[in-house]
């Protein structure tokens, strides 16, 4: 997430009423979780067990909760609770701005594009040309949409990210200020959640073809040409390379990647990083000749009892 | 679920057209199912197994299809269908009424409170302060929602119980005149949907944080602080205890308790109660390590095989 | 599906621009999958693997990309791209007609029926009577809904089928002409999404209730007094026969068979036909009580080591 100019150290440091190590004027050009921080960008830090990553990441600012040695070319920003001041940015940068309409005058929708009644499209959306829309579909803030892109009735895209700090006074939310990026020739079918990023982009690439009622978390991308079955789930931070198809029911736990071509069977949980070009099944999932062999062993087990019976 | 005032065993036989025991003028504050029932309520019983049960039970006015003994400080009313005339009974207290508005004008919400375009709020709907009711929910009649709520694009709050008495000619549905209560600090994802109470309340404690597309049944009750990932479904009448988490496309069955604190790891399927403080896993779930073990285990059954071959 | 009025061949090679193989006069009724081809149709065949199949079938018309020889009393349609013609009849005959209204003027809504605030209704929807439709329901073009049905909010029915083709340019969808058929009694949960036919119907029978979150891919068709819990998925070409029961959460392959009275456990996964009058379970599915014996017997393997290490 970039801010809409560049701040300085000292200006971010008053938003968020909190200390800083460096220049006054240490230019600041957005904000983004570790996984996804860049040059220019704040990323915060509130265990020791992760200083280091955080010190050493592409960040040019980090936001702590200790005066520690601050790396070469960058600087600091010091607060007692950087999760807290990491949600006040969000909110400044990218404050939630109700809607009093259906769809936001500050939409950009492109040529050819149909929009079905009853469908909700938040502000500075942008919607490329020649796509549909069916009804009842929501589009919040900021999300973008390519070319030839169908929405079917329902969906939903980019809700908040499930992510949570567990406090003793109860689950204090990390805001979502990231994107949908729907890229060209996509299509989502009907009753789908696709979440935004918390401060980067959630994103389907080209040419990939989602079913029904499919759940896509925060700051996941799919890759060009997958195929996904309906009431697949995938949690946040996952990589799907191109060309992966993912049958019904599947589930994929966070933060992992699945190679290229990889080819996953209805039901399956995936609760690691999948390698490319392999059919998978089971849950946890392993290769599917392997799970099929094993379900097919245990059929075994009385004919082993009998025999042990006689020996 | 009360009545709107007291009414009489005389004027609640009058409306069921049914038999009575007991004096003209018995008070009778409410009705409610079986679980959930109250003093002053009716309670019904069509199965003579079940007959002792709603006798005993906290009922003060049991609406049944014989005419036994009426215990004593009670009273009876005599149907030839008590199914039949307890639906007749939901349907006269809290008949369906029909919407002309999006958001009905009995409908109370609170200060501060946004309500974003396309959504449904039904006919004495209450919600507190500073919540955020996101594009396309739907929230039926009745429902109550308490402060500081967010509830995400496309979620159903409200919609009937799935409970059918088996009849020859098609199934009967049980009429449903209950509620969905929602308590402060939480948080509902996109796509959720969430029955309504057959009499009495589904409910959703406070500091609850729940992802998307979950289905929580009619009557279950959702402890504090319990954390819920995507495509969880819950049927009817469960209790989960406080601070339970649910990771992915679990699926938990009805009238059963989940234990404070346990942990349900993802795809787990949920067949009989589970203590807390433990960690889940399986379909059927069982402890997650020894369901692991297991998993382990047969692995070991071609080495099995091999060893009994040269015996 | 069928055309609005007879074609002649001649009429229709004009309208893909292909040759064709017969009289110029030879009337066509319609146009369908082999599936669910009827005399007088069109029906398309582009691998050699299946000519035989589509020559031999109930079509008298059959849109191939070879000239081979025409069987007696019927017709060919040559096209270099049959799947592309095909899509371009349905376009013809089919056209995706945009709607302005929320609900469409020719839509045609029998007495008695309640259509809440929100809904969406498109074009040559027919509802019957006494019909209760809740809020932000999306019944797209076509639908045809009977008497005495109850759909819950946020349902979609009549989304185009999840059926692509692989070419090297990208996933080329076949369109979706067909309809989604509701008939009498029939209830549906909150937030199901259920595909429209290809050509033909997706049809849930008289009596049959689906609880929430039930995707139904296109051209299945649900029997009656069927029972179906939430999350189930179901895809497309299934046949599910009368009085079939499916607990939560369960998975159904695409083109099989589910016989009377079965009765499908949570979670389980359908992956080829199964016989009326059983109890399933699994993943996949098996009869219930030879998988709980499995899963039982896995629990001896410690044992069956034990005693091994002794001999």
């Known amino acids: ?22 220049e006054e004027s240490f230019p600041i050009l957005g904000m983004n ?12 830090v509130d265990h ?46 990218r404050p939630f701005q109700s809607s009093s309409m259906a769809i936001s005058e500050t939409a950009e929708i492109g040529k050819g594009t149909i929009i079905q009644p009853n469908v909700f499209i938040g502000n500075h959306v ?6 549909m829309i069916h009804p009842n579909v929501t589009i919040y803030d900021h999300c973008i949409i390519g070319n030839n892109v169908t929405i079917h009735a329902g969906t939903v895209l980019g809700s908040d990210a499930f992510y949570y700090k567990n406090r003793p006074e109860g689950f204090d939310k990390l805001l979502s200020g990231g994107r949908v990026v729907i890229e060209d020739y996509v299509d989502i079918g009907a009753s789908c959640t696709i979440d935004r990023g918390v401060t980067g982009d959630t994103i389907i690439k080209t040419h990939s073809k989602l079913d029904n009622q499919i759940q896509i978390g925060h700051d996941t991308v799919i890759g060009k040409k997958c195929l996904i079955a309906s009431h697949v789930g995938i949690a946040g931070c996952v990589v799907v390379e191109d060309e992966v198809t993912m049958w019904g029911q599947v589930g994929v736990t966070s933060a992992i990647t699945i190679g290229k071509k990889a080819v996953i069977l209805a039901q399956t949980g995936v609760a690691k990083s999948l390698e490319g070009g392999k059919t998978y099944f089971g849950s946890p999932a392993e290769e599917a000749r392997d799970k099929l062999k094993q379900m097919a062993l245990v059929k075994k087990i009385p004919e082993i009892l009998e025999k042990l019976k006689k020996n």
């Open 33 to 44: 979780e570790i996984h996804v921080v860049e040059e220019g960008d704040i990323v915060f």
């Open 126 to 131: 942008t919607i490329g040309e020649n796509c």
């Open 48 to 93: 020791p067990k992760y200083y280091d990553k955080a010190l050493e990441s592409k960040a040019s600012v980090v936001l702590i909760n200790k005066t520690v040695e601050c790396p070469e070319g960058k600087a600091l920003l010091v607060s007692d609770d950087p999760y807290r001041d990491f949600n006040k940015l969000t909110r400044h940068f």
């Open 1 to 22: 997430m970039k801010f809409p100019r560049v701040h300085t150290l000292k200006e971010v440091s008053e938003i968020i009423d909190s200390k800083f190590v460096g």
